[in-house]
């Protein structure tokens, strides 16, 4: 199964629902070319719904890190929501639950991002 | 590919699409072998990155270069092994993706990841015939009732 993402506005944060499975190859550079669009749209505060990512491996983990790198180095913020338990689990044992800011309420994510949010 | 009750053995090409083909065989195995689904997916996550090692580490991408596998259910354990045609290389010179300098990297997580979800991991490099690693689930009493054919108490 192939990852997919969709993208929608709300309180001036840009939310990805992505699903699907991100592992190396296509749907890394998938994530890779998304994550530069909204960039370069001028979209930076990116919270990505990983609710339905039924699977990750160590290259989609280091896509998740080099779009977050990314973003900063934008001046912007990209958090994650909603983990599957495989997921977290896999952020944990990597330490990076150390590095991203992960939420599991949508409206709680959104507000964190401050009222000086513009996509 | 061959195939026993308790045995899967494949020669593969080197493609990331056999990748999926060997997850898939993975996760054929842990289900006979009786494992939960967490352990699985674990023993499917080490398989996928050990294949990806051998593809684009031992392989180098070649696709006519050959992975073999083998997956067999003994007494006690799940063992695999996943032989490419590289040169190997050294795990001690892979950076701990732990430390703080390391956790913004890229990559430099599967071995890492391969360690923490076997419980046994070794590489070996025999003679002439490339870089082969070793995985070992090891199975509890019930997993082997049920792939001895009995049922669960």
Same mark, same amino acid.
């Given at each position: 199964?192939?990852?997919?993402a969709t993208?929608?506005?709300v309180?001036?944060?840009?939310?990805?629902?992505?699903?699907g499975?991100i592992?190396?190859?296509?749907t890394?550079?998938?994530?890779?070319?998304?994550?530069?669009d909204?960039?370069?749209?001028?979209?930076?505060?990116?919270?990505?719904?990983? #609710?339905?990512?039924t699977?990750?491996?160590?290259?989609?983990?280091?896509?998740?890190?080099?779009?977050?790198?990314?973003?900063?180095?934008?001046?912007?913020n990209?958090?994650?929501?909603?983990? +599957?338990?495989?997921?977290?689990?896999?952020?944990?044992? +990597?330490?990076?639950?150390?590095?991203?800011?992960?939420?599991?309420d949508? #409206?709680?994510?959104i507000?964190?991002?401050?009222?000086?949010?513009?996509? | 590919?061959?195939? =026993?009750?308790?045995?899967?053995e494949?020669? !593969?090409?080197?493609?990331? %699409?056999?990748?999926?083909?060997?997850?898939?065989?993975?996760?054929r195995?842990?289900?006979?072998?009786?494992? %939960?689904?967490?352990?699985?997916?674990?023993?499917?996550?080490?398989?996928h %990155?050990?294949?990806?090692?051998?593809?684009?580490?031992?392989n180098?991408s070649?696709a006519?270069?050959?992975?073999?596998?083998r997956? %067999?259910?003994?007494?006690?354990?799940l063992?695999?092994?996943?032989? =490419?045609?590289?040169?190997?290389? =050294?795990?001690?010179?892979?950076?701990d993706?732990?430390?703080?300098?390391?956790? !913004?990297k890229?990559?430099?997580?599967?071995?890492?990841?391969?360690?923490?979800?076997?419980?046994?991991?070794?590489?070996e490099?025999?003679?002439?015939s490339?870089?082969?690693?070793?995985?070992i689930?090891?199975?509890?009493?019930?997993?082997?009732k049920?792939?001895?054919?009995g049922?669960?108490?």
């Amino acid at each position: 199964m192939s990852m997919k993402a969709t993208a929608r506005e709300v309180d001036g944060v840009t939310v990805v629902d992505i699903s699907g499975r991100i592992t190396l190859g296509e749907t890394c550079s998938q994530l890779r070319q998304m994550i530069r669009d909204y960039l370069a749209k001028g979209h930076k505060n990116l919270l990505l719904n990983l #609710a339905d990512v039924t699977y990750i491996d160590s290259s989609g983990i280091g896509e998740l890190v080099s779009a977050f790198t990314a973003v900063s180095n934008q001046g912007g913020n990209m958090k994650l929501l909603n983990l +599957t338990k495989k997921v977290h689990d896999l952020l944990q044992i +990597t330490k990076l639950l150390t590095v991203f800011d992960v939420h599991t309420d949508e #409206a709680t994510a959104i507000a964190s991002f401050g009222k000086g949010a513009s996509a | 590919m061959t195939a =026993d009750a308790n045995a899967v053995e494949a020669t !593969l090409d080197s493609t990331l %699409e056999n990748v999926e083909v060997a997850d898939e065989i993975a996760m054929r195995m842990c289900a006979r072998a009786g494992l %939960e689904e967490e352990d699985q997916h674990k023993v499917e996550m080490a398989v996928h %990155e050990s294949m990806i090692n051998a593809v684009r580490h031992g392989n180098k991408s070649d696709a006519s270069k050959k992975i073999w596998l083998r997956f %067999e259910i003994r007494a006690d354990r799940l063992e695999i092994h996943i032989r =490419d045609e590289g040169t190997g290389f =050294d795990v001690s010179q892979i950076p701990d993706p732990l430390a703080p300098e390391n956790l !913004l990297k890229v990559s430099g997580r599967g071995i890492f990841l391969i360690r923490t979800f076997m419980d046994e991991f070794r590489i070996e490099h025999p003679a002439g015939s490339g870089t082969e690693v070793t995985l070992i689930k090891r199975l509890n009493s019930n997993q082997l009732k049920v792939h001895e054919g009995g049922h669960r108490p």
